[in-house]
């Protein structure tokens, strides 16, 4: 019912950056919050960001004042700006939604998953 398209990732050297993004299509009523989870090698998926209908953004410690969550509406799309990449921040990032289908059913939704790689 839902897809996902991410694009975005790839190989960065440390300080340089990346843009995700996420666009959601299918049968969708209303998109409630989005976010960006990243899963490192050999750990658990943990959150990175997330922005809610209203636009009011949370981050995780390790990221506030590097990476920007924002979205368009209109596009169902959400996106990760990542600046001053650290080698740390390898992992695959997943996007997630929360979607409201015509229907009134709400599920929550993820992406494929796109590789980020911070190497020199």
């Known amino acids: 019912q839902v897809q996902f398209v991410e694009s975005g990732g790839g190989l960065v050297q440390p300080g340089g950056s990346l843009r995700l993004s996420c666009a959601a299509s299918g049968s969708i009523f209303r998109i409630n919050a989005m976010g960006w989870y990243r899963q490192p090698p050999g750990k658990q998926r943990e959150l990175v960001a997330g922005i809610t209908g209203g636009g009011s953004t949370n981050y995780a410690d390790s990221v506030k004042g590097r990476f920007t969550i924002s979205r368009d509406n209109a596009k169902n799309t959400v996106y990760l700006q990542m600046n001053s990449l650290k080698p740390e921040d390898t992992a695959v990032y997943y996007c997630?939604?929360?979607?409201?289908?015509?229907?009134?059913?709400?599920?929550?939704?993820w992406g494929q998953g796109t590789q980020v790689t911070v190497s020199s």
């Open positions: 997630n939604a929360e979607i409201i289908h015509y229907n009134a059913r709400t599920a929550d939704y």
